[in-house]
T-cell receptor, first 115, second 116 residues
Framework: AQSVTQLDSQVPVFEEAPVELRCNYS??????LFWYVQYPNQGLQLLLK??????LVKGINGFEAEFNKSQTSFHLRKPSVHISDTAEYFC?????????????FGRGTSLIVHP | EPEVTQTPSHQVTQMGQEVILRCVPI?????FYWYRQILGQKVEFLVS????????KSEIFDDQFSVERPDGSNFTLKIRSTKLEDSAMYFC??????????????FGDGTRLSIL
């Protein structure tokens, strides 16, 4: 079984400040890890992914995440946030299912960027 | 860029009624999915669909639910005899599958279902 824990339900931050959104996972098999972003009234959009290789992965909009196997973490970071980064962020661990992938999502972290 | 489209954006239904949520996946995609997000909770997998049959379903997807691809473009989720606890945002997604490596699922904007 797989599960994802997002430790913070809400993260307020001022514009141009750095931010880290925390994610821990558990899985009995090899994992594929993802971060999705959901802007208001929109669907989920893939921000970045870890499948294998380098543990530091870069995504869209200046975000990056680091896979830490020993700590079973996949925290999301951005060195300087913008107002437009205000959104809901979901961490997900994905397993294969036949010819596709099925994600298990965390509860989400609401990033609120203040001017 | 092609998108997954869902209709309606908001559906209000009386408890006990049947409701059909509609989705148009991206045209060259092969796998189709439904997810549910109850307000304030995580996004949960309901069902995946491939080659005109259910590929996998979760424990949530009981006999109350069914999916169908009635034509070459639409993918529907039917909920029979709706209950108050079915109130949620329902997301449709599609992808090309794992052939050739990872390809992300593309999500629609969701249908908010409100059961009264």
């Amino acid at each position: 079984a797989q599960s994802v824990t997002q430790l913070d339900s809400q993260v307020p931050v001022f514009e141009e400040a750095p931010v880290e959104l925390r994610c821990n996972y558990s899985s009995s098999v090899s994992v594929y890890l993802f971060w999705y972003v959901q802007y208001p009234n929109q669907g989920l959009q893939l921000l970045l992914k870890y499948l294998s290789g380098s543990t530091l992965v870069k995504g869209i909009n200046g975000f990056e995440a680091e896979f830490n196997k020993s700590q079973t973490s996949f925290h999301l970071r951005k060195p300087s946030v913008h107002i437009s980064d205000t959104a809901e962020y979901f961490c997900a661990v994905t397993r294969t299912s036949g010819g596709s992938y099925i994600p298990t999502f965390g509860r989400g972290t609401s990033l609120i960027v203040h001017p | 860029e092609p998108e997954v489209t869902q209709t309606p954006s908001h559906q209000v239904t009386q408890m006990g009624q049947e409701v059909i949520l509609r989705c148009v996946p991206i045209s060259n995609h092969l796998y189709f999915y439904w997810y549910r997000q109850i307000l304030g909770q995580k996004v949960e997998f309901l069902v995946s669909f491939y080659n005109n049959e259910i590929s996998e379903k979760s424990e949530i997807f009981d006999d109350q639910f069914s999916v169908e691809r009635p034509d070459g473009s639409n993918f529907t989720l039917k909920i029979r005899s709706t209950k108050l606890e079915d109130s949620a945002m329902y997301f449709c997604a599609s992808d090309v599958g794992r052939t050739g490596g990872f390809q992300p699922q593309h999500f629609g904007d969701g249908t908010r279902l409100s059961i009264l």
